[in-house]
């Protein structure tokens, strides 16, 4: 599969999931409401969680991982970090504070007004 159809094929997975649909298209019934925050801190821990593998795991451009531009910066940032807090402190260590500063960075994240981003969606 090339590139491109490998783009779109993440971007209708990523579609279909937000939109709450099944693999056939229809959606599911919700049970609960996952917020902007709690969604952004989901996919902000794996990625981050995932740079942290050995060789620095999956290479793909952060559109392909279904992050913005504000939270390929955060998993840079958080990743750069967590490497430090690794070589001194172990894994464990690493990987909560991967969690508990992306819930608490996404927060922020997740409340700042449109404006304040250049009004650009995070």
């Known amino acids: 599969m090339g590139d491109i159809r490998r783009t779109a094929f993440a971007a209708l997975c990523l579609a279909m999931v937000l939109a709450g649909c099944t693999d056939e298209g229809r959606p599911e019934p919700k049970s609960r409401t996952t917020s902007p925050a709690q969604l952004c801190t989901r996919i902000v821990t794996h990625w981050t969680k995932d740079a942290l593998k050995p060789g620095g795991g999956d290479q793909s451009d952060y559109q392909q991982k279904g992050l913005s531009d504000r939270q390929n910066t955060l998993v840079l940032t958080l990743s750069e970090q967590a490497r430090r807090i690794r070589a001194g402190e172990g894994r464990r260590a690493a990987h909560a504070f991967v969690e508990r500063e992306a819930r608490e ?9 449109p404006a304040s981003s250049g009004g650009w969606p995070g």
Do not use: D, M
Request: proline share 0%; glycine share 0%.
């Open 105 to 113: 960075r996404c927060a922020a994240l997740s409340s700042e007004s």
